[in-house]
């Protein structure tokens, strides 16, 4: 069925979801890595501070995850800082980045894996879009 559901409890709606969006404010993890379900896809777009999360460490553990831009997500966002300062994921634990997407590294090894991607936004991704819509508009 196409659309959305409010669901009451977020625990259950975690558990039975297959892809999961954020986009929220969060100053401590919402999502707990043991309501993941294998095959789960979450793509973390809030939380972009250095002060922010959205997923524990759990989650960021069982996740293969993939980011925007490392340079923008690695070194500034909470989400991605945080786990790496405590151990509990390496900077080289993020498979790729958009950067990375001509190389096929943006895939599944099987239906099983949890992947996460999160997206640290920026100036860059403004610009990239209003360059695009330009060109666009000097063709039109």
Request: aromatic share 4%; glycine share 8%.
């Amino acid at each position: 069925t196409a659309g959305a559901t409010p669901a009451a409890d977020l625990e259950t709606a975690v558990r039975a979801a297959e892809v999961i969006a954020t986009a929220t404010m969060a100053t401590a993890p919402i999502l707990k890595g043991e309501w993941l379900q294998p095959g789960t896809h979450l793509d973390l777009i809030g939380a972009y501070r250095p002060d922010m999360r959205e997923a524990d460490d759990e989650v960021m553990r069982r996740a293969r995850i993939f980011v925007d831009a490392r340079a923008t997500t690695i070194p500034h966002i909470g989400e991605l800082m945080q786990p790496i300062a405590t151990g509990v994921i390496a900077d080289s634990d993020v498979i790729a980045d958009f950067y990375d997407l001509p190389s096929g590294s943006f895939r599944r090894d099987s239906d099983e894996e949890i992947t996460l991607c999160k997206n640290g936004g920026g100036a860059h991704l403004d610009l990239m879009t209003a360059r695009y819509i330009l060109d666009v508009s000097r063709t039109a």
